[in-house]
């Protein structure tokens, strides 16, 4: 299905009126200039993670890009479309739901081209695909695989600095990985498809996500997963 021209005077983006997106967009060829492109893309329609009216326009010319339609880096539309997505509703899922299947199938592709040096883009590659899926929570909080945050202790409450990937060994908590043989759902899910892509530091990371921790306050232990979700 064609949809329809976005009337990008009447949006906005970070900076105000989205009338200058078309442009952008138009001058992305695949040469030198394009990452200065994306650049300003990102900061206009995604600023800070922050989604705007014109980043949900947007999802058609990223659908575009993603699916060799019109010139641009796959990899950088299918990041961006999977961020913009993450925030959309029922609604806006349903207005944009064929760019939305076109971005998933392009993502299972882009995901067995990560090299294997590159963890971080496999796993914000697989929060995109969740996003495009609308699996709540880890399609924006898969990322906490590589990222510090504090954990609430379900006993004590005491806040706590935990850290799963390549630092883990510096979390202010004792780290209880998870078997993967008990892992189901999500967890599973990305822990297997990290395997099967030769990823295994991604997988151990998800064991860790889908652990447990020690308080380092009161010794409870208590489920990572749980205290992500809420």
């Known amino acids: 299905m064609t949809h329809p021209a976005a009337d990008w005077s009447q949006l906005t983006h970070a900076y105000g009126p989205a009338d200058d997106i078309p442009g952008l967009f138009a001058r992305l060829n695949g040469g030198k200039e394009d990452e200065k492109v994306w650049h300003d893309l ?53 207005r944009y739901a064929s760019q939305i299947t076109e971005l998933t199938s392009v993502t299972h592709a882009c995901l067995t081209d990560v090299p294997a040096d590159e963890p971080e883009t496999f796993v914000y590659l697989a929060q995109c695909l969740l996003a495009f899926e609308g699996v709540p929570i880890w399609s924006q909080q898969l990322e906490l695989l590589f990222e510090e945050f504090e954990a609430e202790c379900s006993e004590c409450e005491a806040l706590t600095c935990i850290l799963l990937g390549e630092y883990a060994d510096q979390s202010d908590a004792e780290l209880h ?39 380092p306050e009161c010794g409870t232990r208590f489920s990572i997963p749980v205290c992500i979700a809420g």
């Open 177 to 215: 990985p998870a078997s993967p043989d008990e892992l189901t759902g999500v967890g599973g899910r990305i822990y297997n498809m990290a395997r099967d892509a030769g990823h295994d530091q991604v997988a151990a990371w998800v064991t860790h996500l889908f652990g447990h921790a020690n308080c």
């Open 42 to 94: 990102w900061s206009a329609l995604c600023h800070q993670g922050t989604v705007y009216e014109a980043s949900y326009a947007a999802l058609p010319a990223l659908a575009d890009i993603a699916s060799g339609r019109a010139p641009g880096e796959r990899k950088q539309a299918v990041l961006m479309g999977g961020l913009i997505v993450a925030e959309a509703d029922a609604t806006l899922r349903g």
